[in-house]
């Protein structure tokens, strides 16, 4: 029997497939849950690199064990004859086929169903920055920017293309992101005023 066969025979192939799947659909369980309670992004470092270190290591005790009616054993001490690696395997293709059915599944609400399509998604401190009225600290609409900003609408060109940068607040839990709303306005500021032909008030 070559190695290639000898493989197959042990499930090796079905336990790769298996775990880079299952690993694939627990770190975006993972990497919802840490979003939410807002943990550092090391966490889900350590995650990633736990899955990472664990997978040679399945593919290990998928070589040198086998599962049996009597419980795991190491493959040497089994009789081929007594083994049932074929149907511990077909009980591993049905595993696998649902996973994969919950990954595409994921994948699919992910992809057309949970983000707007003509959305941005943000990431970072900088996805609790809103722009606000530098008077009243409210969202104000693009015109209502303009005539704040102190120009009338009614006064510009038409032909004329302007834009208004508007103060951001720190709508986050962290004090210390402070200095990302203002960071955010005057980078913006500096860009937009380099851009020929473009009016920044």
């Known amino acids: 029997m070559s190695f290639f066969e000898e493989l197959k025979r042990r499930n090796v192939f079905r336990v790769a497939i298996g775990y880079v799947i299952t690993a694939w659909l627990l770190l975006q369980v993972i990497d919802l849950v840490l979003e939410n309670i807002n943990a550092p992004d090391w966490v889900m470092q350590v995650f990633m690199l736990a899955l990472a270190i664990g997978f040679p290591l399945a593919l290990f005790f998928a070589w040198a064990f086998e599962m049996t009616p009597e419980g795991v054993k190491r493959e ?90 508007l103060p951001f607040i720190n709508m986050s839990d962290d004090a210390q992101n402070e200095y990302f709303s203002d960071g955010i306005s005057e980078e913006l500021l500096n860009v937009l005023v380099r851009v020929k032909g473009l009016r920044v008030p």
């Open 76 to 165: 040497a001490e089994v009789d081929r004859s007594q083994s049932i690696a074929p149907q511990t395997g077909r009980k591993m293709d049905r595993n696998i086929i649902i996973a994969m059915a919950l990954a595409l599944a994921h994948f699919a609400y992910d992809k057309f169903l949970a983000s707007p399509p003509d959305s941005v998604p943000q990431s970072g401190p900088e996805k609790h920055l809103q722009p606000e009225s530098a008077s009243t600290g409210q969202l104000v609409p693009a015109n209502d920017a303009l005539t704040q900003a102190g120009d009338s609408p009614t006064t510009l060109n038409p032909n004329e293309k302007s834009v208004a940068v």
